[in-house]
């Protein structure tokens, strides 16, 4: 049995827990390969960020209501616009009732643990706070108090189960479990599911290897994910932010506002990963012209030479910056989902004609873009 113990940043990740390493765990669960168990100062960090996320919602689309409210519109609108915003003020508890039963319902489908702190936890992590002893950056530092009470869970539970799996994004947390017998931590799900520890129940390498077959012998898949990266990369990368030493903002970034054809698509079939049941991420590669957006303080602007001011359109943003646009070839690395819904994949006695009917029905998504750069000249 897989015992393995997350934090709030993984939850934070994917709040809606859709994307392919929450299914995969999903399905370890179901198949009683693995046991999640969740500290309550997690759970209860990010069902209030839920709440925070839902309420900051609401109070920007009740601004955008009143504000419409002043303009001269029929009586009957104002009126509808009234019973919008009574609506709203129900909504705020809606949502917080939904957060929390929407979470404890996934627990109880993964026949998940909550872990309350318990009467030993506050004296030890009263001593960690004023010894400034892991996970305790320095003495009475208390911004890492809600990580020392999680730290004591992992404790506990490395007592009782002798080893544990620890998913964090938290630094703290994984610095306090280098070197510790019994714990064995990873940086995000998505690393802890691709690991050998998750993949052999999931039956990996047979399934890659029927996976690199199905593309050998029903060639057209690759055709299919090189029109999903075209068809989803603007949705995608809207509003991303790229950061690099060429942009001449104070922090050296710039958010993608406008987003050109997808060119050169690198489809890296031979690192492809297998999350169970039917479902593969395959990393993938390309660049794309995007029109980005940054502010520069109007004196850099003035330093800059005359043929790299030229490549810059302008306009005030206030006394002292621009807000400037300019077009960039970005290089873009991320991940497409490839799901065959069908578990026959990781089969040995699987045909081609019936992996060539699977194939011909798999759902395919660019699910996520994990790396954002400006080539480097003669790069592209």
Request: aromatic content about 8%; charged content about 30%; some cysteine.
């Amino acid at each position: 049995m897989i015992h393995l113990v997350i934090d709030t940043t993984v939850l934070r990740n994917d709040p809606a827990r859709k994307k392919a390493a929450f299914r995969s765990l999903k399905r370890l669960a179901e198949a009683g390969e693995i046991t999640l168990h969740v500290p309550h100062i997690v759970a209860e960090e990010f069902l209030s960020q839920q709440e925070e996320q839902y309420l900051s919602g609401l109070s920007e689309i009740k601004t955008s209501v009143v504000k419409f409210k002043k303009k001269h519109i029929p009586i009957e609108l104002r009126r509808q616009l009234d019973n919008t915003e009574q609506q709203l003020n129900r909504m705020k508890e809606e949502l917080a009732v939904f957060a929390r039963a929407d979470f404890d319902l996934w627990i109880t489908a993964i026949s998940g643990e909550i872990h309350y702190i318990s009467e030993s936890h506050g004296k030890k992590v009263m001593d960690a706070y004023f010894s400034g002893s892991a996970p305790f950056h320095e003495k009475k530092r208390r911004e890492d108090i809600p990580d020392a009470f999680i730290w004591q869970v992992i404790l506990d539970l490395v007592d009782s189960l002798g080893k544990v799996y620890v998913v964090s994004g938290d630094g703290a947390i994984k610095t306090a479990a280098k070197g510790l017998t019994g714990i064995s931590c990873f940086s995000n799900l998505d690393e802890f599911i691709a690991s050998d520890t998750c993949q052999t129940p999931l039956r990996n390498n047979q399934a890659k290897s029927n996976f690199q077959r199905t593309v050998s012998i029903a060639s057209q898949i690759l055709d299919r994910i090189k029109s999903t990266i075209e068809f989803e990369v603007v949705d995608i990368l809207d509003g991303k932010t790229v950061t690099s030493q060429q942009i001449p903002d104070d922090n050296n970034e710039a958010t993608i506002t406008s987003i050109g054809n997808p060119e050169d698509i690198d489809i890296l079939l031979g690192e492809v990963e297998y999350y169970g049941d039917g479902l593969f991420v395959v990393p993938v590669a390309f660049y794309s012209e995007c029109l980005v957006s940054y502010a520069i303080f109007k004196s850099d602007f003035y330093c800059l030479t005359e043929e790299r001011s030229e490549q810059i359109s302008i306009s005030d943003l206030n006394d002292h910056y621009y807000d400037a646009e300019e077009d960039y070839v970005l290089s873009i690395k991320g991940s497409v989902t490839i799901d065959f819904e069908s578990a026959e994949v990781e089969s040995e006695d699987i045909g081609d004609k019936r992996l060539t009917e699977l194939a011909e029905d798999v759902e395919i998504s660019l699910e996520s873009v994990e790396e954002i750069e400006i080539p480097s000249a003669g790069d592209y």
